[in-house]
Structure formats: structure tokens, C-alpha cells
T-cell receptor, first 113, second 112 residues
């Protein structure tokens, strides 16, 4: 089945630093999604990407849909304490959205004081 | 005004018991899902329901059965609970074939 490889697994950064994480797939995706999960909560959609090469921003977050359609990147600029959490990339499970999502294993973001 | 809600938030039970988790969405969506998140935070799709029809059942034991009384609800019934069923279960919803899914707060199931 489809697999999403997400890296890094965890990041320890200082407040104010920029963050980059990425996701690669063994197969082509038509949609890439980035979610964030806070402790004890469900994942929250941050950014959705629908076209190869697309670059989309949401505040300090910027995500890109790789030109090969097999990867995506998420950048966070000037990190703040509330950015702490787990970031997941995701894509349609079997090509169609109604089949659910395949998730990467997540990037744990930890901000050191 | 919660979009996707689940009850209970926590569920602790003994092996062999039968339990249910409820999910409701007030977004007017017509597709709902159940995901399982294991101790390593890996999220995996279990079921999706569109207009009361099961679309996918992803290698889930038949002890798990989703039940949708109407478009706004998708409940998860689990029979003969096993230790390995301990996890956090998330309900989600979307409109049609949209991949933009909205998740509930999760139910942490602990089987002793």
C-alpha cells in the first residue's frame, strides 16, 4: 500500500528559529495535506495542496507540493511556543478522498526555552 | 458549537467486554471516518461511511463494526475487546470526496 515517509522524526529548536520538515511518498499523490496535533486533541488541518508545484501559506506556515507529486514540504517561520506539537503529512488513501487518508508518522516539534 | 464530537473522552474496560464509542458532526458533511492512533502516534484509517454505505474496511478485525443511524452520526462498536485494542480512536468527517477532513478530539481506550 501507499507509504508516507516523514522527516525528521523530531526537532528540538529554540524559540524564534525557522523549521523545515518534509514528506515523501512511494507513489504519486494528487493532494497533500498537513495537519497539526496538540497533546490530547485531534489533528487540525493546516494547509491543503492540490497542484504540483503549488506553494501555499497560512500565517507563518508555508507548504509546497513537490513537482514530482511524490513529496511535500512544510516550513514554519519564527517559531513560537504554541507551535509545539506533532505535524503530520497526509494524502488520499487509495486515490479518492472518500477512502480516508494515509498519514506520515509525524514530526514532533519541541521548542526549548 | 463543536464541529466533530466524540464520547466518551476516556474509556477503561476489561478484556472480553463489548463497548461503543459515539461520534457526531454538525458540519453537514456526508462522509465520516474512524481512525486508530497507536502508542507511537501512527494514525491509520479503519472505516469510512458515505451516505450510510461503508466505503472501506481497512484490514480491521470484524470485532469492530461501524454503525451510522444518520448522516451526522457514526458510532464504533467493539466486541470482545483485546489488549491490542488499546489506542486513541478518532472520528472525522468531510464533504463528499473532499480530502479535507475534520477530526474529533479522540477517545482514549484502555483495555486491562
Amino acid at each position: 500500500g501507499q507509504q508516507l515517509n516523514q522527516s525528521p522524526q523530531s526537532m528540538f529548536i529554540q524559540e524564534g528559529e525557522d523549521v523545515s520538515m518534509n514528506c515523501t511518498s512511494s507513489s504519486i499523490f494528487n493532494t497533500w495535506l498537513w495537519y497539526k496535533q496538540d497533546p490530547g486533541e485531534g489533528p487540525v488541518l493546516l494547509i491543503a495542496l492540490y497542484k504540483a508545484g503549488e506553494l501555499t501559506s497560512n500565517g507563518r506556515l508555508t507548504a509546497q507540493f513537490g513537482i514530482t507529486r511524490k513529496d511535500s514540504f512544510l516550513n514554519i517561520s519564527a517559531s513560537i511556543p504554541s507551535d509545539v506539537g506533532i505535524y503530520f503529512c497526509a494524502g488520499p488513501h487509495s486515490g479518492g478522498g472518500a477512502d480516508g487518508l494515509t498519514f506520515g508518522k509525524g514530526t514532533h516539534l519541541i521548542i526549548q526555552p | 458549537d463543536t464541529a466533530v464530537s466524540q464520547t466518551p473522552k476516556y474509556l477503561v474496560t476489561q478484556m472480553g467486554n463489548d463497548k461503543s464509542i459515539k461520534c457526531e458532526q454538525n458540519l453537514g458533511h456526508d462522509t465520516m471516518y474512524w481512525y486508530k492512533q497507536d502508542s507511537k502516534k501512527f494514525l491509520k484509517i479503519m472505516f469510512s461511511y458515505n451516505n450510510k454505505e461503508l466505503i472501506i474496511n481497512e484490514t480491521v478485525p470484524n470485532r469492530f463494526s461501524p454503525k451510522s443511524p444518520d448522516k451526522a452520526h457514526l458510532n464504533l462498536h467493539i466486541n470482545s475487546l483485546e489488549l491490542g485494542d488499546s489506542a486513541v480512536y478518532f472520528c472525522a468527517s468531510s464533504q463528499g470526496t473532499s480530502t479535507e477532513q475534520f477530526f474529533g478530539p479522540g477517545t482514549r481506550l484502555t483495555v486491562l
